[in-house]
């Protein structure tokens, strides 16, 4: 489940939140889960368009990735997001990145850079905290959170990437909003919660009453559910974020994925080119299903340009949808 929201001091909401299944076709990480978070950082140039950057270079990596490891294959796309967040932002803007990376066997693995912050939890035994902030006042025992290390970097990039030991079945990733929640109180939360939704929405209207002085964002799973992946073919590949889902149908001869297991709440086309008028018919009928952009909750736009190979599923457990 995916949460974000600006909160009730910034005048815009830089925070970014992916999550997709990888194809079959994936090789490696065939079928593997992914979920994203990149905050854009604030008071420099353009931290959505950095955070959008990171999220959509990140994701696009991992889909064309053909290394041999896990570990492999995520600093391969964190070093590939921090090269095109530093030409987009010439060193003056950047952002965090937070990953969860969950194979098809169960095996998991953590990526991070920056201060957004990965949690493990839902067993009975506590909260984990999987991260380690890129902060001074936690890399270096000071008491700035100005951050030491970020994707858009010059020199010195690095990322901490990790396979989760632990037996817990419930992960969240969260952006600096949800920080200012009181420890004891997030972790309150998280171990009474009667499900991931629940969850998410309690740490929400928490934040909120805790003044939302930042962007807050919530992406969170359970492994011990269901989701709609279980049905997932390499018909289409789906993106959600916190707003809307973004289908991309790359064999335009096969039925779309969505078509295949059933219409979300809104829907529409995205504005294209002028169809050329000697296009036979059924191309052009084709090639408007080759690509469809279906709301959840908004008409907003997903904000992501992302280029792939390959076909896969989604995410949002069976409730959700």
């Given at each position: 489940?995916?949460?974000?929201?600006?909160?009730?001091?910034?005048?815009?909401?830089?925070?970014?939140?992916?999550?997709?299944?990888?194809?079959?076709?994936?090789?490696?990480?065939?079928?593997?889960?992914?979920?994203?978070?990149?905050?854009?950082?604030?008071?420099?140039?353009?931290?959505?368009?950095?955070?959008?950057?990171?999220?959509?270079?990140?994701?696009?990596?991992?889909?064309?990735?053909?290394?041999?490891?896990?570990?492999?294959?995520?600093?391969?796309?964190?070093?590939?997001?921090?090269?095109?967040?530093?030409?987009?932002?010439?060193?003056?803007?950047?952002?965090?990145?937070?990953?969860?990376?969950?194979?098809?066997?169960?095996?998991?693995?953590?990526?991070?850079?920056?201060?957004?912050?990965?949690?493990?939890?839902?067993?009975?035994?506590?909260?984990?905290?999987?991260?380690?902030?890129?902060?001074?006042?936690?890399r270096v025992g000071g008491s700035?959170?100005?951050?030491?290390?970020?994707?858009?970097?010059?020199?010195?990039?690095?990322?901490?990437?990790?396979?989760?030991?632990?037996?817990?079945?419930?992960?969240?990733?969260?952006?600096?909003?949800?920080?200012?929640?009181?420890?004891?109180?997030?972790?309150?939360?998280?171990?009474?919660?009667?499900?991931?939704?629940?969850?998410?929405?309690?740490?929400?209207?928490?934040?909120?009453?805790?003044?939302?002085?930042?962007?807050?964002?919530?992406?969170?799973?359970?492994?011990?559910?269901?989701?709609?992946?279980?049905?997932?073919?390499?018909?289409?590949?789906?993106?959600?974020?916190?707003?809307?889902?973004?289908?991309?149908?790359?064999?335009?001869?096969?039925?779309?994925?969505?078509?295949?297991?059933?219409?979300?709440?809104?829907?529409?086309?995205?504005?294209?080119?002028?169809?050329?008028?000697?296009?036979?018919?059924?191309?052009?009928?084709?090639?408007?299903?080759?690509?469809?952009?279906?709301?959840?909750?908004?008409?907003?736009?997903?904000?992501?340009?992302?280029?792939?190979?390959?076909?896969?599923?989604?995410?949002p457990t069976d409730a959700d949808?």
């Open positions: 489940m995916l949460f974000s929201e600006r909160g009730l001091v910034r005048s815009q909401n830089q925070d970014k939140a992916l999550a997709f299944q990888l194809p079959a076709s994936a090789r490696r990480l065939a079928r593997a889960r992914v979920f994203v978070l990149a905050d854009g950082m604030g008071g420099m140039r353009d931290g959505a368009g950095c955070a959008a950057l990171a999220a959509a270079t990140f994701a696009s990596a991992l889909l064309s990735s053909h290394l041999p490891s896990a570990e492999a294959c995520l600093l391969q796309a964190a070093e590939r997001a921090n090269d095109a967040v530093r030409r987009f932002a010439e060193g003056s803007g950047g952002s965090t990145l937070s990953a969860l990376l969950v194979e098809a066997n169960g095996d998991a693995y953590v990526l991070n850079v920056g201060d957004s912050r990965i949690y493990a939890f839902g067993s009975g035994r506590g909260v984990e905290r999987l991260t380690i902030d890129d902060s001074l006042a936690e700035s959170r100005e951050l030491v290390r970020f994707i858009g970097m010059n020199e010195g990039f690095g990322a901490d990437i990790r396979r989760v030991n632990s037996n817990h079945k419930r992960f969240a990733l969260t952006s600096d909003g949800i920080h200012f929640i009181a420890p004891d109180t997030f972790t309150a939360m998280a171990e009474h919660a009667a499900s991931i939704r629940t969850f998410v929405e309690h740490v929400s209207a928490v934040a909120r009453w805790s003044g939302s002085p930042d962007n807050a964002t919530v992406v969170a799973v359970d492994l011990s559910e269901p989701t709609a992946t279980d049905r997932s073919t390499d018909y289409g590949l789906i993106f959600y974020d916190a707003f809307s889902s973004l289908e991309i149908a790359l064999n335009p001869s096969t039925p779309s994925l969505l078509d295949m297991v059933g219409p979300v709440e809104e829907s529409r086309e995205p504005i294209r080119p002028a169809a050329d008028a000697d296009e036979p018919t059924q191309a052009k009928k084709r090639r408007r299903q080759t690509s469809k952009i279906k709301s959840k909750r908004s008409s907003i736009p997903v904000q992501y340009e992302i280029s792939v190979g390959a076909a896969g599923g989604g995410l949808r």
